[in-house]
């Protein structure tokens, strides 16, 4: 479900294991005296390096862009990098890719390697192959990338390229992203515009830099000592792309037509005119929609109804073929062959809406939270979805993921393509985030709701004896809404018997030792509007531990709440995913003839961004156990992890926390 991405300068492609291997086995030339490595690769190579962390896999030693615009609007890529390998786990640093279409024509490549042990290889021609990029949900798309497996990409060893690209930019923007998952040392970028033209840059994750003026229309941007985003093993982590610097560059020239100005508006006045013919709405269409909401008069019963039958009847495929990473196909074309990709699905949409009068625009965001920054505007993105205008004056509770636009017009964000959303929320991952809203001369950027905890939840209830000899029978059901029960509702509409069976043995064997189900039972998996609910009988043997007069059990039944925290020093923020709420609601009859000596104290801890509350009473002879789980916030400072730690302490205190049976 995601689109084409903006190209950047450094770009890597997943190679295929054939072709690793195919040009793995090449056989590799030593270099002669004449083809040697390059000047600028032994200037690199003799930089000393600062003091890296130990587990540092490589670094960049250059990585220099010239982009040069030529009157017509093309413009010539030229590029040299050049990256030592430190540790083995930094071989696929030394991997070349780099992509290219029918827009984006490699003019020239060059690979260089200096093993560990001094040996310079230079790669010829037939050692540099070509593959496809995979994806099991692209058709097809014009998309591959020139690829080369160097040799020496061990510690100590060297790897240089320079390429030369032309490309036809679809519009007059060009990203420089100068962070990644290794440390760089040496860094530039270079633009050069013909007479006449003008630009401006707008900055993410970096203060803004001023650049060398070369005179000429040449300017040179430079870094030094750029640290690396590698969050590997960092838990609650953030995605890197939502944290890597970069720069992008918007200019503009005389005989350019929707250049863009550096503005949210003008990448929105640039994509209306790209997809304006794509969203009429063909008699085919108007027909379905008419079909659709007939009898139905409320505004939310119309839209869902179009809006269920986009996100559960058009099949997720793309076929990509130049702009067409871009730009939709026809609305027309979509509903005819039903399916397209998310821009597809999202165009269909709107057509449709509009063919029975609700007005609907295409918002561009990316799949990951942070990666679209509200004041940096570009075509950085990986994904479409779409806002459904609401009529003046109309309420409804089901109506959620409600934004405001400057205009005063209020929208339903809508993502068509994520099938397990209900209709009138958004999924997890875009809430918080920003989108362009694509309305013409009222494009803008918007931000999207976080959605209350309330609309994301887990209710787990259980009833149970346990006898003497410590074994505990009992039925449980357990009730999840929202995007808490979007991979249960895959697992119980697409897979097999066996998966499920294996998923529920997983599940359940991280809290019974020894167990065994029966009369499972599965509701409302496919409606979304519905609380998912499985329920079943379970006996676990052994689950209290029998001390002589003695029975120690655990309240909570099953389900955990901990966050995965660890202890080290925090320097990026903590990413909890999502706003849910989680209750718990167990009782256990006692063994004939057992009283509760001691039970576990109650917890009632609000931190703001999240409160946990649980209580264990007695009641005769019956144990009952409560407790509520919520968390309200989703991006947090890195310096509020301590209190994330001191909330997963607290948890993990509670739900191993033991209640003592005395024989009375």
Request: glycine share 8%; charged share 20%; hydrophobic share 35%.
């Amino acid at each position: 479900m995601i689109c084409r991405t903006a190209r950047l300068c450094k770009p890597y492609a997943t190679l295929s294991v054939f072709s690793v291997l195919m040009l793995a086995a090449t056989p590799f030339v030593f270099a002669s005296k004449q083809d040697a490595v390059p000047d600028w690769v032994t200037t690199a190579t003799a930089q000393k390096l600062p003091d890296y962390p130990a587990e540092t896999n490589a670094v960049v030693l250059l990585d220099d862009t010239t982009y040069t615009v030529a009157s017509d609007g093309t413009a010539i890529e030229h590029c040299r990098h050049v990256v030592k390998i430190l540790r083995p786990q930094g071989r696929d640093e030394g991997l070349v890719s780099i992509p290219f279409d029918k827009d984006d024509k490699i003019l020239s490549l060059h690979v260089w390697s200096i093993g560990p042990d001094g040996h310079q290889y230079a790669l010829k021609d037939n050692q540099i192959g070509e593959v496809g990029y995979g994806d099991g949900d692209i058709l097809f798309e014009d998309v591959r990338a020139k690829t080369a497996t160097p040799p020496g990409r061990d510690p100590g060893g060297v790897i240089a390229y320079e390429y030369e690209q032309r490309s036809r930019p679809y519009l007059t923007e060009d990203t420089w992203s100068f962070q990644g998952e290794i440390p760089a040392l040496t860094q530039s970028y270079t633009l050069v515009l013909p007479p006449g033209y003008t630009f401006g840059t707008v900055w993410a994750n970096h203060q803004e830099e001023k650049p060398i003026d070369l005179e000429n229309q040449h300017w040179r941007w430079e870094m030094n000592n750029i640290p690396a985003v590698n969050l590997d093993r960092v838990l609650l982590r953030p995605s890197e792309e939502s944290l890597v610097g970069r720069m992008t560059i918007h200019y503009a020239g005389p005989g350019i037509p929707l250049a863009s100005d550096g503005t949210w508006k003008s990448i929105g006045e640039w994509y209306t005119s790209l997809s304006k013919d794509r969203l009429v709405a063909t008699p085919d269409i108007a027909a379905k929609a008419t079909e659709l909401t007939a009898g139905k008069t409320d505004f939310y019963d119309r839209a869902a109804a179009i809006g269920d039958f986009v996100q559960t009847q058009i099949r997720y495929v793309a076929i990509e073929l130049g702009i067409g990473g871009y730009q939709p196909h026809f609305a027309g074309d979509v509903f005819r062959n039903r399916y397209g990709d998310c821009k597809d699905k999202a165009t269909l949409l709107s057509a449709m809406l509009s063919s029975v009068g609700i007005h609907s625009a295409l918002v561009m965001v990316d799949t990951s939270r942070g990666v679209i920054a509200a004041d940096a505007p570009s075509i950085v993105g990986n994904h479409m979805i779409a806002a459904i205008e609401i009529p003046n004056g109309y309420s409804s509770p089901k109506l959620h993921s409600v934004i405001t636009a400057k205009t005063g017009r209020r929208y339903l964000i809508f993502d068509p393509t994520w099938d397990k959303t209900p209709f009138g929320q958004l999924e997890y991952n875009l809430q918080g985030g920003y989108g362009l809203l694509v309305e013409g001369q009222d494009s803008q950027i918007v931000q999207f709701p976080v959605l209350s905890p309330e609309l994301n939840t887990i209710e787990r209830t259980g009833s149970f004896k346990l006898a003497a000899d410590g074994s505990l029978q009992g039925t449980i059901t357990e009730k999840r809404y929202g995007d808490v029960s979007e991979n249960r509702r895959r697992l119980y509409t697409m897979g097999d018997a066996k998966e499920q069976t294996e998923f529920l043995d997983r599940v359940l064997g991280q809290d019974f030792a020894a167990f065994s189900i029966s009369g499972f039972k599965v509701e409302n998996a496919g409606a979304l509007d519905k609380d998912l609910t499985t329920s079943f009988a379970i006996t676990a043997d052994h689950f209290a531990r029998m001390m002589g007069p003695l029975l120690v059990i655990r309240p909570r039944i099953l389900g955990s709440d901990e966050p995965e925290v660890d202890h080290k020093v925090r320097h990026v923020p903590v990413n909890l995913y999502e706003t849910m709420q989680e209750k718990d609601d167990f009782t256990i009859t006692l063994p004939a003839g057992y009283g509760v000596d001691e039970a576990p104290d109650p917890v009632n801890v609000d931190l703001g961004f999240a409160s946990y509350q649980s209580s264990s009473t007695v009641q005769g002879n019956v144990l009952h156990y409560t407790r509520i789980y919520t968390v309200r916030q989703i991006t947090l400072p890195a310096d509020k992890y301590s209190e994330v730690q001191k909330l997963a302490g607290i948890i993990a205190s509670d739900e191993q926390s033991r209640a003592v049976l005395k024989k009375q």
